[in-house]
């Protein structure tokens, strides 16, 4: 199986700027999960969708926001960029039905934002 | 407020020597935990779950629940054990596992 793959790999943008960032999970798995990674905080959680559904969010601003399509793809997309989230934006995928998940997450190798 | 704990940046040992990578987690639910490792140039992938209870590359890590810890240890250290190693709680929400906390990270390193 084709491991979880995320585009693009690296990107650079200026402050105010937009930024989407797009996820394709591995076959199979409806669920997919957003993480920022920085030196500072570490991996903290953004969003997870399932089912087209958001269904937990992270404490993070409006202006992080997400989305899912039927065939379980996913972006996420940051507004009005700023300095500080410049970081490593992690996807995960995991196989869930509406009422069992295995628990492990399958990552990708992640978007790197550098806000410039 | 959950929360998950790995007091060690780094933890440098020597090849055969035991390790231990602590991990304190603050929950008021049941937790469930995991351990995931990256490897260099690697991505972040499970190691092991408690609720497995298994052994994985001579790998264990008991759920101390009194002690609210879940520390990962191995008896012989090797040196592809280098790697970071990250501790991290369910939250689990209406049955989501996606929302995971994790720890800040544990670099090991395994010298010859």
Not at chain 1, 35 to 43: A, I, N, R, S
Not at chain 1, 53 to 59: A, C, D, E, I, Y
Request: glycine share 10%.
């Amino acid at each position: 199986k084709a491991g979880v793959t995320q585009t693009p790999r690296y990107l650079i943008k200026t402050r105010g700027q937009q930024v989407t960032l797009s996820c394709s999970p591995i076959s199979g798995h409806r669920s997919v999960s957003w993480y920022q990674q920085t030196p500072g905080q570490g991996l903290q959680f953004l969003f997870e969708y399932f089912s087209e559904t958001q269904r937990n969010k992270g404490n993070f601003p409006g202006r992080f926001s997400g989305r899912q399509f039927s065939n379980s793809r996913s972006e996420m997309n940051v507004s009005t960029l700023e300095l500080g989230d410049s970081a490593l934006y992690l996807c995960a995928s995991s196989f869930r039905t509406s009422g069992y998940n295995t628990g492990e997450l399958f990552f990708g190798e992640g978007s790197r934002l550098t806000v410039l | 407020a959950q929360r998950v704990t790995q007091p060690e940046k780094l933890l440098s040992v020597f090849k055969g020597a035991p390790v231990e990578l602590k991990c304190n987690y603050s929950y008021s639910g049941s937790p469930e935990l995991f351990w995931y490792v990256q490897y260099s140039r690697q991505r972040l992938q499970l190691l092991l779950r408690h609720i497995s209870r298994e052994s994985i590359k001579g790998f264990t890590a008991d759920l101390n629940k009194g002690e609210t810890s879940f520390h990962l240890k191995k008896p012989f250290a090797q040196e592809e054990d280098s790697a970071m190693y990250y501790c991290a709680l369910s939250a689990n929400y209406g049955g989501s596992q996606g929302n995971l906390i994790f720890g800040k990270g544990t670099k090991l390193s395994v010298k010859p």
